[in-house]
């Protein structure tokens, strides 16, 4: 079974920054994708990046230049670097990953961003 646990959020003011972190029970390698997604209350689950097994990152063209994801396979896990933070980045953050077994999420961090 994989675990993923999630940390790192909190309030914050606008224009500030947060680094979340998702640790996995296994090798973050080992998953042919892992990404942060996010969710408001009456909201759909939205993409916010995602890192593929070769490296390749994609993000959310809203949150481009603002957010990088990134990943350290000796502690196999995944970051989510949030800058420049706006009240509208306030959410639920989920830290997903996925292999040919599945398709797993963490139970989520929230992310407020107000003064």
């Known amino acids: 079974q994989v675990q993923l646990v999630e940390s790192g959020g909190g309030l914050v003011q606008p224009g500030g920054s947060l680094r979340l972190s998702c640790a996995a029970s296994r090798s973050v390698g080992s998953f042919y994708a892992v990404g942060w997604y996010r969710q408001t209350p009456g909201k759909q689950r939205e993409l916010v990046a995602v890192i593929l097994s070769g490296g390749t990152t994609t993000y959310a063209d809203s949150l481009k230049g603002r957010f990088t994801i990134s990943r350290d396979n000796v502690k196999n896990t995944v970051y989510l670097q949030m800058n420049s933070l706006k009240p509208e980045d306030t959410a639920v953050y989920y830290c997903?990953?996925?292999?040919?077994?599945?398709?797993?999420w963490g139970q989520g961090t929230q992310v407020t961003v107000s003064s």
């Open positions: 997903n990953a996925r292999n040919t077994n599945g398709n797993y």
